[in-house]
C-alpha cells in the first residue's frame, strides 16, 4: 500500500524475487484468483471509481475488463474476499452488492467476457488558480483542493492549499482572515481549529470507562394464538406464544415458550437461558412436552345384550400412548472447525404416561356400527437421567426449500439411568449432490432405544417426514376397516402394527428440480413463490426386541414377531410461501400394503 495505491505483485519461489505486475494503476486492486490454466489472474479494482472484476493475462501482459456493474463487486467490508474461481468447473463467482444486500453470481468461461485491453488513464493535470493578492500564478492540484490543513509552498514548488471564503476570491488557508468589521464574527480558518482550546477534539483520558452490563431486550416476539378445537385426549382451547432476548452482543439470551392444547398437563412449555460468551457455548433450562405414539391395535368379542343373552359385537379398539416429559437440562457445544462440532449434554427427565383407547363396536349378525367409545388410563410416572454425547457436521447449502449442496451427519449416544435402563442410539448421515440445477439428495438413518426398557419408547414409521405412503389415516381407513385376523392367528391391523417399532432404519432418495425461482409479475405488485419439484423412493423398517427382520412382505405372518421392508416410491411438489413456509405435496405409491394406490398428502417442513 503506497501512496493510495494496491498493486498486485508475484513472488517467485525458484528465485525469491517479487515481481511487480503492470497496469494495475491507481486506487485498489485487491483478491487476486489464479484461473483453473495458470495462464491469467482475476482480481477486483476500482480504478474507474467502482469496484469490477478485471483480469490480467500472462501471455500479452494486459489487463481486461470483465464486468461493468453500478454499485460494485464487494464483499462485507471493503477488503473482504469477494469472488472465487472453481478450478475443475472454470465457474466464477462473485459477490455483487446491489438493492441494499449482498448476491453471488456466477460466469462460466469467464475468460470469454475480454474485450480490448483496458487502457491506462491518467491521473487529473493540475488547475490553474490565480490567488488574490498574489503577483504570480500558483499551481493548485486536485489533491490540494480537498486539503482542508496549511500547506507551505517550497523551493520550486507551487503547491499551496488555499481557501474560499463565503464573499469569493482566494486565501491561503494557513493565513489569518481578514475581519472587515468588529461587529462581525471572523469566519473559522484551518489554523483557528488548530489553535483553539474549546474547538479541538476532546481529550480521550476524560472519557469515563465503565464495566459492561448484561442488559436483556426483547429480540422478537412469536404472534400469540388462540382458538378451540379438538386435541387428541379430549376437546379443549389451544394458543400459544414464544419471546426470546439478549443483550447488545448476543453473548447472553433468553427464550421462552409456552403452548396449550387442551389440557395443562399436557402445555408445551419451554425456557433457556444460552451463553456464547466463548467458543465453549452452554445453556440451562427446561421444558415440558406431550408425545404420541401408537400401540398394537387389539380386537375382542364382547356380549352387548341382556343378562343371559347370545347378542354380541365385535370391539376393534386403537390405543395411543401418551408421554408427558419433563425436562431439566444442561447442554453445551464445542466447534471443531466451521462445520463440525461436539455436543455435551445432561438430562433430568420425569415421565408421565397414560394410554388412550379409541373403540369401535359392530355387531357380529347384522354388521351394524354400534358406536365409539373412548377412555384414558393413567400409569405410573418414571424418572432416570441421561447423559449425552453426539458428533455433528453440517456444511451444507440452503434454497427456499431445503439443502442442495454439502452433507449433514449426526452420530450420537444417550444411555439412561434410574428405575428405567435404556440407551438412544442415532445415526443420520444425509448428501447433497449438485448438479445444477439438479440435487441428487440421499438419507440414511438409524434411531432407536435397546436395553432392558427399551420398548417404553415405540415410534412410528410412516410418518411423512421418514417414508411416504404409509400415514395412519390411510391404513386405518382402508386395511384396518374390514377383517382383523390373519392366517397365524394373530387378530388387530397387522399392516399399522408393521410400522411400530422401538428401532426404526429409513433410507431415501430424491431427485430435486427447481419448477420456478421467485418469478415476479412486473406489471403487477405479485410473484409466483419459489417451486421445486422432486422424484422419490423411500424404504424402512421399523422392529423391537424379539422380533425378526425380513426382507419381504408376507400378510401372513404375525406382525408382533416378523417385520419386512416397507417400500414407496412417487413425486413431490414443495412451494416456499412467504419466505418461511415450506408447503409439501406428495403423490406416493406404496410397494408393500393391500391396498397399494398411489394417493396424495400434503405436509410443512423443509425437506430432509
Known amino acids: 500500500l503506497r501512496f493510495g495505491k494496491m498493486r498486485l505483485a508475484l513472488y517467485h519461489l525458484d528465485s525469491g524475487t517479487i515481481e511487480l505486475l503492470g497496469h494495475m494503476g491507481e486506487g485498489k486492486n485487491i483478491n487476486p484468483t489464479w484461473s483453473p490454466d495458470g495462464r491469467s489472474l482475476a482480481f477486483v479494482s476500482d480504478r474507474t471509481g467502482i469496484s469490477n472484476l478485471f483480469l490480467y493475462d500472462f501471455t500479452d501482459g494486459n489487463v481486461y475488463q470483465l464486468t461493468d456493474?453500478?454499485?460494485?463487486?464487494?464483499?462485507?467490508?471493503?477488503?473482504s474476499p469477494a469472488l472465487s474461481w472453481a478450478r475443475q468447473a472454470d465457474r466464477l463467482a462473485f459477490a455483487y452488492y446491489e438493492n441494499g444486500e449482498y448476491n453471488v453470481y456466477a460466469v462460466d468461461n469467464p475468460r470469454s467476457l475480454r474485450r480490448q485491453p483496458y487502457e491506462d488513464r491518467p491521473a487529473p493535470g493540475p488547475v490553474m488558480l490565480l490567488v488574490a493578492g498574489a503577483h504570480r500564478d500558483t499551481t493548485v492540484t486536485a489533491a490540494a483542493r480537498r486539503d482542508t490543513t496549511a500547506a507551505?509552498?517550497?523551493?520550486?514548488?507551487?503547491?499551496?492549499?488555499?481557501?474560499?471564503?463565503a464573499a469569493g476570491g482566494f486565501r491561503p488557508s494557513g493565513?489569518?482572515?481578514?475581519?472587515?468589521s468588529t461587529a462581525a464574527t471572523a469566519p473559522i480558518s484551518v489554523r483557528t481549529l488548530l489553535d483553539s482550546a474549546t474547538l479541538s477534539l476532546p481529550d480521550t483520558t476524560e472519557f469515563s470507562v465503565r464495566p459492561y452490563r448484561v442488559r436483556f431486550s426483547p429480540d422478537y416476539t412469536a404472534r400469540p394464538t388462540i382458538g378451540y378445537a379438538r386435541d387428541n385426549f379430549g376437546r379443549g382451547f389451544f394458543g400459544g406464544a414464544a419471546v426470546s432476548l439478549s443483550d447488545i452482543l448476543g453473548d447472553h439470551t433468553l427464550q421462552f415458550a409456552g403452548a396449550v392444547n387442551g389440557r395443562i398437563s399436557e402445555a408445551q412449555i419451554f425456557a433457556a437461558y444460552i451463553n456464547q460468551?466463548?467458543?465453549l457455548n452452554w445453556g440451562v433450562g427446561g421444558s415440558q412436552s406431550p408425545y404420541y405414539f401408537y400401540l398394537p391395535s387389539t380386537v375382542s368379542v364382547v356380549d352387548v345384550g341382556a343378562p343371559g343373552g347370545s347378542d354380541s359385537a365385535l370391539i376393534y379398539s386403537l390405543r395411543i400412548q401418551r408421554y408427558v416429559v419433563r425436562d431439566l437440562f444442561a447442554e453445551s457445544?464445542?466447534?471443531?472447525?466451521?462445520?463440525?462440532r461436539v455436543e455435551l449434554g445432561l438430562h433430568g427427565v420425569s415421565l408421565g404416561v397414560a394410554t388412550l383407547t379409541l373403540s369401535d363396536g359392530y355387531d357380529l349378525q347384522t354388521g351394524q356400527y354400534l358406536g365409539s367409545l373412548e377412555a384414558d388410563s393413567n400409569q405410573a410416572s418414571l424418572g432416570y437421567v441421561q447423559p449425552s454425547l453426539a458428533l455433528v457436521h453440517d456444511n451444507a447449502l440452503f434454497?427456499?426449500?431445503?439443502?442442495?449442496?454439502?452433507?449433514?451427519?449426526?452420530?450420537?449416544?444417550?444411555?439412561?439411568?434410574?428405575?428405567?435402563?435404556?440407551?438412544?442410539m442415532t445415526a443420520d448421515y444425509r448428501r447433497y449432490l449438485f448438479f445444477r440445477p439438479f440435487t441428487l439428495a440421499v438419507r440414511g438413518l438409524f434411531y432407536g432405544t435397546t436395553g432392558r426398557d427399551a420398548n417404553l419408547f415405540p415410534i412410528f414409521l410412516g410418518s411423512t417426514e421418514l417414508i411416504r405412503g404409509y400415514t395412519s389415516g390411510s391404513i386405518i381407513n382402508n386395511e384396518c376397516r374390514g377383517g382383523f385376523a390373519n392366517t397365524s392367528g394373530y387378530t388387530g391391523c397387522s399392516e399399522l402394527d408393521q410400522l411400530i417399532g422401538t428401532r426404526i432404519a429409513v433410507g431415501n432418495i430424491e431427485f430435486r428440480f427447481p419448477l420456478t425461482r421467485s418469478l415476479v409479475l412486473g406489471f403487477l405488485p405479485v410473484g409466483l413463490p419459489p417451486v421445486e419439484g422432486a422424484l422419490f423412493y423411500d424404504?424402512?423398517?421399523?422392529w423391537q426386541s424379539g422380533?425378526?427382520?425380513?426382507?419381504?412382505?408376507?400378510p401372513t405372518n404375525d406382525p408382533l414377531v416378523v417385520r419386512s421392508l416397507l417400500r414407496s416410491y412417487g413425486g413431490s411438489i414443495r412451494v416456499n410461501l412467504l419466505g418461511f413456509v415450506i408447503l409439501r405435496f406428495d403423490i406416493a405409491k406404496p410397494l408393500d400394503r393391500p391396498h397399494n394406490k398411489a394417493y396424495w398428502t400434503i405436509s410443512l417442513g423443509p425437506t430432509f
Open 333 to 340: 457445544y464445542y466447534p471443531l472447525s466451521r462445520f463440525s
Open 539 to 542: 424404504a424402512g423398517v421399523a
Open 547 to 554: 422380533t425378526k427382520v425380513k426382507l419381504n412382505y408376507d
Open 69 to 79: 456493474v453500478f454499485t460494485g463487486v464487494s464483499g462485507i467490508t471493503p477488503f
Open 277 to 279: 460468551r466463548n467458543r
Open 399 to 424: 434454497s427456499y426449500v431445503g439443502p442442495f449442496s454439502g452433507s449433514r451427519s449426526r452420530f450420537g449416544i444417550s444411555p439412561a439411568f434410574g428405575n428405567k435402563r435404556f440407551a438412544t
Open 152 to 165: 507551505t509552498p517550497t523551493a520550486g514548488n507551487n503547491v499551496v492549499s488555499v481557501y474560499r471564503p
Open 175 to 180: 493565513g489569518a482572515p481578514p475581519v472587515d
